[in-house]
């Protein structure tokens, strides 16, 4: 159903700060169902309430700028304000912007919330928070490098010599486990869960550890960080910076020992130790 405009603009009964001066348009003329609005100084409407709401997941009702008014409401009020008017537009951009991992209900949270609303909201947030996610992938790496070694000598009589596909069931698993948290994690940030190819991208890798490592929940709808984030975020970086620097130094040292005829004397061994090992191997 499209909105028809009304006879008269706001000039006939609101004041210059677009409140209504006085009922000046009587309940009676909206229809039971009716439903009325404004947008860009113009009244419009009557409208059907699902009409309305589709206007406002549409973007075509500004939430403080445009007022509506419809049944059991004696006075105008900012689109905003209307309970449940706006209740599905987060759910809606929470989806669209979290692709296949943003399966969580958003559908309680106000597209014209402010940022400290949102942020307050922390524990309503789904997925893993931060919290977990470090725990998790703390965990998941020390039960990888420590369980399977010892495992193995107990479990040999019933592999039949198939260590190697122990060992590689033990990384799979690792690595599902790894997926999921991190696909969780996405979605308690508000991200879409194809960011977890970003992880395969040097670089771009370390922005996206960072969010998963230290950014609040819905971080990417209210871009607002606490003092908890901002604690992270600098450890995070500053482990970044120590392993670079780290990598470089050793980078660098590789280089001025490349020269030397010890170091290339060792190499030679080494690789002539590993041509061997694969010929007995054979």
Not at 89 to 101: I, K, N, V, W
Not at 132 to 155: D, E, H, M, N, T
Request: one cysteine or more; hydrophobic letters at 50%.
């Amino acid at each position: 159903m499209s909105a028809g405009r009304g006879n008269l603009s706001l000039r006939g009964g609101f004041d210059a700060s677009g409140a209504s001066r006085s009922n000046a348009w009587p309940m009676q003329e909206s229809a039971q169902e009716g439903w009325f609005f404004t947008h860009k100084g113009e009244r419009m409407g009557p409208v059907s309430l699902a009409d309305l709401r589709v206007k406002a997941n549409d973007g075509a009702l500004d939430p403080r700028h445009d007022l509506v008014w419809g049944p059991g409401m004696t006075d105008w009020k900012p689109a905003g304000e209307v309970e449940g008017l706006f209740a599905r537009r987060a759910t809606e951009d929470a989806a669209s912007a979290g692709g296949f991992a943003a399966t969580g209900d958003f559908s309680d949270f106000d597209v014209d919330e402010t940022a400290e609303q949102m942020l307050g909201r922390e524990r309503e947030w789904p997925g893993v928070k931060r919290f977990g996610y470090i725990v998790g992938s703390i965990a998941i790496g020390v039960v990888f490098q420590a369980v399977p070694p010892k495992l193995l000598p107990v479990l040999q009589p019933y592999l039949d010599g198939h260590d190697d596909w122990f060992l590689l069931a033990t990384a799979v698993f690792a690595i599902l486990f790894s997926v999921s948290l991190a696909l969780r994690r996405f979605a308690n940030l508000g991200m879409s869960g194809w960011w977890l190819l970003g992880t395969l991208v040097p670089i771009l890798n370390w922005w996206v550890g960072y969010r998963l490592f230290a950014c609040p929940p819905g971080y990417a709808m209210h871009k607002k960080m606490d003092g908890a984030g901002i604690a992270l975020a600098i450890l995070y970086w500053l482990g970044v910076a120590l392993g670079l620097a780290v990598f470089v130094l050793f980078v660098a040292v590789l280089i001025g020992a490349a020269g030397s005829p010890e170091f290339q004397q060792k190499l030679k061994e080494v690789i002539a130790e590993i041509a061997r090992q694969s010929q007995q191997a054979k």
